[in-house]
């Protein structure tokens, strides 16, 4: 079992940036996958941005060029750095750990973009 705590969401103004955090803890292999995802009410969960145990990375366009996913794999953590942020990037931002065909999720934590 993985259990995720995600922090740092918020309301934010439009131009605005935010820095999101991921804590992981329990079964946590060497090679695994961490990220962000985002999902507003009525319409599916969407990948935001996602970083390998070795440093990979991988962007939705709507993203990409303003944000920063980073991760400290000593502390089993990854990050979301979202800069120039729009009233599109309203939604609530989830963690997801992946490894060898697992996923978990964190709850989540609200973004509101809005002036």
């Known amino acids: 079992q993985v259990q995720l705590v995600e922090s740092g969401g918020g309301l934010v103004q439009p131009g605005g940036s935010l820095t999101l955090s991921c804590a992981g803890s329990?079964?946590?292999?060497?090679?695994?996958?961490m990220g962000w995802y985002r999902q507003v009410a009525g319409k599916e969960r969407e990948l935001v941005a996602t970083?390998?145990?070795?440093?990979?990375?991988n962007y939705a366009n709507s993203v990409k060029g303003r944000s920063t996913v980073s991760r400290d794999n000593s502390k089993n953590a990854v990050y979301l750095q979202m800069n120039s942020l729009k009233p599109e990037d309203t939604a609530d931002y989830y963690c997801?750990?992946?490894?060898?065909?697992?996923?978990?999720w964190g709850q989540g934590t609200q973004v509101t973009v809005s002036s």
């Open positions: 329990g079964t946590i292999f060497r090679i695994n996958t």
């Open positions: 970083i390998t145990s070795a440093g990979g990375t």
């Open positions: 997801r750990y992946t490894d060898y065909g697992l996923s978990y």
